[in-house]
Nanobody
Framework: QVQLVESGGGLAQAGGSLTLSCVASGGDDFSFWTMSWYRQAPGRQREMVAT???????DYSHLVRGRFTISRDNAQKRVSLQMDSLEPEDTAVYYC?????????????WGQGIQVTVSS
């Protein structure tokens, strides 16, 4: 069973930085997983923030592109999200997601979420 544990959230001031980490346990070869960060603000739907594929291709929400950077360390089974130039609108619960494709199956796993609060 795959488990994802997020860390690094908390309180930051606008213009500041935070780094989120997600460490995976269980499952097979982490290097083949597509890893993503999502977030959900109160009263809003969960939205994709950033994704990094097994080949290190990345994709970002237009809301964070140029401010956030996603990276992965396959040896440590870790995905990180460096968040710079934070804005109050970035306040949300952030979730780590793993997409594991083992043909013909696909499985999705979520972390428990971690709070990020940005004060103005």
């Amino acid at each position: 069973q795959v488990q994802l544990v997020e860390s690094g959230g908390g309180l930051a001031q606008a213009g500041g930085s935070l780094t989120l980490s997600c460490v995976a346990s269980g499952g097979d070869d982490f290097s083949f997983w597509t890893m993503s960060w999502y977030r959900q603000a109160p009263g809003r739907q969960r939205e994709m923030v950033a994704t990094i594929a097994s080949g290190y291709n990345t994709d970002y929400s237009h809301l964070v592109r140029g401010r956030f950077t996603i990276s992965r360390d396959n040896a440590q089974k870790r995905v990180s999200l460096q968040m710079d130039s934070l804005e109050p609108e970035d306040t949300a619960v952030y979730y780590c997601k793993a997409q594991i494709r083992t043909y013909p199956f696909s499985s999705t796993y979520w972390g428990q979420g971690i709070q990020v609060t940005v004060s103005s």
